[in-house]
């Protein structure tokens, strides 16, 4: 089946700095990726969707200069965390749609931040 | 607004019990999908209902999609440990050229043993 590899699976980072997630597919070509932000024992929070070679799509709230979403490529999208605060301490998912897999979506297997 | 309504948000039960978990929604959905999450994982895919009445058996999990296609729900039989994690719904909707997913808040379910 299709499989979505996220990295890394845990940071801690000192506040002020940026952290880089990078999240892909690795068997099949995803167009679309998607990053969630997910607080414990709640559900996902959807941040922004990430289109291969245009800009990303963000949902209201999310600030994109703090949150930059890449997609150079159609199996990799990446969010860069900048000027991290403690507030941005989270866990960070990310998810994609083989499209010759059905309607189902495969989730990375997230990614822990503790911004210090 | 809370555009799937999960319920119940927390659930602990015995082994052997059995549950029902409920999503529902005043708007239609192209199709539904069922993700079970465990602790510092991403959600993985149980199931995905299409159909209007449609009903999906995984083991001791029964899914069933309303008629209308706005409500969701998930059967467990005889709950065992193992069962044990974050449920959650999710109704997709088309948004432009993609499918967008709308959450529901999420079920965690214990089982004890």
């Known amino acids: 089946g299709a499989v979505v590899s996220q990295h890394p699976s845990r940071v801690i980072c000192k506040s002020g700095t940026s952290v880089k997630i990078e999240c892909r597919s690795l068997?099949?070509?995803?167009?679309?990726m998607f990053w969630y932000r997910q607080f414990p024992k709640q559900s996902l929070m959807l941040m922004a969707t990430?289109?291969?070679?245009?800009?990303?799509?963000?949902e209201q709230g999310v600030e994109k200069d703090k949150f930059l979403i890449n997609h150079a490529s159609l199996t990799l999208s990446t969010l860069t965390v900048t000027s991290a605060h403690p507030e941005d301490s989270s866990f960070y998912i990310c998810?994609?749609?083989?499209?010759?897999?059905?309607?189902?979506?495969?989730f990375g297997s997230g990614t822990r931040l503790t911004v210090v | 607004t809370q555009l799937l309504e999960q319920s119940p948000q927390f659930l602990s039960i015995q082994e052997g019990e059995n549950l029902t978990v409920y999503c529902n929604s005043s708007s239609v959905f192209s199709s539904l999908q069922w993700y079970r999450q465990e602790p510092g994982e991403g959600p993985v895919l149980l199931v995905t209902v299409v159909t209007g009445g449609e009903v999906k058996k995984l083991k001791r999990l029964t899914f069933q999609f309303g008629d209308a296609r706005k409500d969701s729900s998930l059967h467990i039989t005889a709950a065992q440990p193992g069962d044990t994690g974050l449920y959650l719904c999710?109704?997709?909707?088309?948004?432009?050229?993609?499918?967008?997913?709308?959450w529901g808040l999420g079920t965690s379910l214990a089982v004890n043993p």
């Open positions: 068997d099949f070509q995803a167009t679309t």
């Open positions: 990430s289109n291969e070679g245009s800009k990303a799509t963000y």
């Open positions: 998810s994609a749609r083989d499209p010759a897999g059905g309607y189902g979506y495969t």
């Open positions: 999710a109704g997709a909707r088309k948004a432009g050229n993609n499918r967008k997913l709308i």
